[in-house]
């Protein structure tokens, strides 16, 4: 790695408990805040294509298999890259790795806004993907570092939240700085934000509270429930992450939950638009409410957990994943016309997917694993992840095209066949995620 992302040598312990409590405190906040904040703007700059597929296409800059395809590399980018960067960020310097990581992003939105060959969407998409990995795991990382065992599941679930906000932003944002002025202001003006986000991220977040002279987190906060800290080496502790069954169980489940998350996000503006004849806008303002649902979802998964689940996550898993489930089947039976219900299923997905991305996509196996391997954890998890939702992207392109109908020369999409294939993967994911339901947590 790089000297200048890695993380700092230990300071000595300071003395004065006061100044250590000032100090941490001042930190703990100002580092949770910019996680929920920058964090949320990794997606502007992740997910303008979604919002932007049906102005490419009636441009005929794109067709919708180019469109899979260039949503898969991303995400295939960014399965690998999460893996990578994960097991990078358990040594780095959170603030300058995750603040260039935002920076990076938001130069090649900029660049996509003025590119109009294939190729090239494909390329920059790509390279988005990478360094859009690097959002995530450093960000369980720095809240592992600062936030104790019995507080971690309420601070990560409203973390975890944090990805609806983006959502939010860019399906109604987005989609108007579009409709008024084109698409390719849809990369630029996200893009042109970021860059300014980026910059607060780099002065407001922080590296380990050790770097600074102050305690572990376990013991300023005197939390043991989840064991003293290890003393095993790092090295020693990704190996273990890597041999275990448990982690490849909720690998695989979280990918098939990230199938049917990703579907609703890459296509549910197109599905709206193409089979229920919403207009852009309000295809935008009814998938807005899968991302608040979502972030509320998200809040109650790790409070309820910690709160009357004594920090355990199974039960609530199970909860959220048949909600995520029934709202797909719900949206996929409602016929055109109906919007009222359509947004009501929107709102239940998205108030399912929320918890499940908190239990599934990490926080069980941030639990049970030391805390000086989060990121290590999360990379994984998000390797399976993402992988599943990168093959999602190019088979339901697939799928959605193998429909394709011209009616007085305008091309006709049916999705009956894309929506059989994210219940299976929806089923299948709540199956997985049943054969880790007695794991123990972990300091």
Not at 3 to 26: M, S, V
Not at 83 to 108: E, H, K, P, Y
Not at 115 to 138: C, E, K, V
Not at 379 to 386: A, E, N, R
Request: proline residues 3%.
């Amino acid at each position: 790695m790089i000297e200048f992302f890695k993380t700092g040598k230990d300071r000595p312990l300071l003395a004065d408990e006061n100044k250590i409590r000032k100090i941490y405190e001042a930190k703990r906040w100002s580092v949770y805040i910019t996680l929920i904040l920058g964090y949320a703007f990794f997606y502007t700059t992740r997910l303008g294509l979604s919002v932007a597929k049906k102005p490419l296409l009636d441009a005929g800059l794109l067709d919708v298999k180019e469109m899979g395809i260039i949503g898969s590399i991303l995400l295939y980018t960014y399965a690998v890259g999460k893996f990578v960067n994960g097991f990078l960020a358990d040594g780095a310097n959170i603030r300058r790795f995750m603040s260039t990581a935002l920076f990076m992003s938001a130069i090649i939105n900029v660049v996509f806004g003025f590119t109009n060959y294939f190729i090239l969407f494909a390329i920059l998409w790509g390279l988005n993907g990478w360094f859009q990995s690097i959002g995530s795991a450093p960000s369980v990382v720095s809240i592992c570092q600062w936030y104790s065992n019995r507080e971690r599941g309420t601070r990560y679930g409203i973390w975890a939240g944090a990805h609806n906000i983006g959502e939010g932003i860019t399906f109604v944002g987005t989609a108007a700085i579009i409709s008024y002025l084109g698409w390719q202001w849809g990369f630029i003006g996200p893009g042109i934000i970021c860059i300014f986000v980026s910059i607060i991220m780099y002065f407001t977040l922080a590296d380990r509270p050790q770097t600074y002279g102050l305690p572990h987190i376990a013991d300023y906060k005197k939390d043991y429930s989840a064991g003293k800290p290890t003393k095993s080496s790092i090295k020693e502790l990704q190996l273990l992450v890597l041999k275990s069954p448990i982690v490849w169980a909720l690998g695989f489940s979280s990918a098939f939950m990230y199938t049917a998350r990703y579907a609703i996000n890459n296509w549910g503006i197109l599905f709206l638009q193409e089979t229920k004849n919403y207009s852009l806008v309000d295809a935008s303002f009814a998938m807005g409410v899968y991302p608040i649902l979502g972030f509320i979802g998200a809040v109650f998964s790790g409070y309820l957990s910690d709160k009357f689940f004594n920090s355990r996550r199974n039960i609530l898993t199970l909860i959220y994943g048949i909600a995520e489930t029934s709202a797909l089947v719900l949206l996929f039976i409602t016929p055109p016309g109906d919007k009222l219900i359509d947004t009501i299923a929107l709102g239940l997905f998205g108030f399912g997917i929320g918890g499940l991305i908190v239990f599934l996509a990490g926080l069980i196996a941030v639990d049970i694993f030391p805390k000086g391997v989060a990121g290590s954890v999360k990379g994984l998890i998000g390797l399976f992840s993402y992988l599943g939702a990168a093959t999602q992207d190019w088979i339901s392109g697939y799928l959605i095209d193998s429909t394709k109908i011209l009616v007085d020369g305008k091309a006709i999409y049916n999705f009956d066949n894309a929506f059989f294939f994210w219940i299976g993967a929806s089923i299948l994911s709540m199956l997985l995620a049943l054969t880790v339901w007695n794991v123990k947590p972990r300091e």
